[in-house]
């Protein structure tokens, strides 16, 4: 393992103390009660990577777990619609441990990851550059990257149109990004087996394996996220076109990428 890392603020080892706790791929900033609001601007971001630097050295494990190995396939799928050819350089923002990153090196890409949180990068299996740094302010010149991957973390940011509109700087002209994130089932028989699943199951399931606390809101974490049609209209207000979205294992993920104007 090879970590370059940059700390942009020292590493906080302190574990979760602001009452809010995030977790997994499925995972995003949490009340630790049900009444409690999830937390927004600075408390969120604060939250996260608090969270993600508590949970990071069994991430990988409770991810397989959860979706039953279901993940390494989305990622796959993922870097196959991203179609940029072999040798492009591709930024892997909230990177985390690493796996979209091995992967692109192994499609023969090169990646550069970047995430917020030291103790994801510190976890970290791959060979490629990593980072720490924030998604929504990029330490790279406009336009000098040919694509983009994000693999589950559109939740934990701040701001989405503050991060459409970085990726429209970053990303030079008929560059590419693919965006992994989880997703509810339409179907209201699959959507109602699917909240029993993520709102029961899987906090049980990462109780035992991690952080109950922080899979146990995992059906709110999803509230971050604008409606599919909002969401492609604001990659389309930040000058992105050919915009689509893509349901994989019948909707409880989807991929969205598109190309830059
Ligand atoms: C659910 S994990 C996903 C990790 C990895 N992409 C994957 O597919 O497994 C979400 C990641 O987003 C990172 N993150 C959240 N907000 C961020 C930001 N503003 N800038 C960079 N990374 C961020 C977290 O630290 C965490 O590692």
């Not at 970047?114 to 980072?131: E, F, H, N, Q, R």
Request: glycine letters at 10%.
């Amino acid at each position: 393992m090879r970590i370059n890392v940059r700390p942009a603020t020292p590493p906080d080892h302190n574990g979760v103390g602001s009452g809010v706790r995030t977790a997994g791929p499925y995972a995003s900033p949490m009340a630790t009660s049900k009444t409690d609001p999830l937390p927004t601007g600075e408390e969120k971001v604060t939250a996260v990577r608090e969270m993600f630097d508590t949970i990071a050295p069994r991430y990988d494990l409770v991810n397989r777990v959860m979706t039953f190995r279901m993940d390494v396939g989305w990622r796959k799928k993922t870097i196959a619609d991203l179609g940029l050819p072999a040798g492009s350089t591709v930024l892997d923002l909230a990177a985390g441990t690493g796996d979209l990153c091995r992967m692109l090196q192994e499609a023969r890409l090169r990646p550069v990851g970047i995430d917020m949180s030291y103790g994801m990068l510190a976890a970290a299996a791959t060979t490629a550059p990593l980072v720490q740094g924030d998604a929504l302010r990029l330490p790279v010149p406009d336009g000098s990257v040919d694509g983009v991957t994000c693999g589950f973390a559109l939740r934990n940011f701040r701001e989405l149109g503050g991060f459409f509109d970085e990726l429209a700087r970053v990303v030079r002209p008929a560059g590419r990004i693919a965006l992994l994130e989880v997703a509810e089932p339409r179907n209201p028989v699959l959507r109602f087996g699917h909240g029993i699943y993520f709102g029961r199951v899987v906090p049980l399931i990462g109780g035992l394996l991690s952080d109950r606390a922080a899979y146990q809101y995992l059906p709110k974490s999803v509230a971050y996220l604008p409606e599919p049609d909002e969401m492609l209209s604001m990659l389309a207000d930040a000058d992105f076109e050919s915009v689509e979205r893509r349901l994989l294992s019948a909707g409880i993920s989807q991929l969205v990428t598109a190309t830059r104007r």
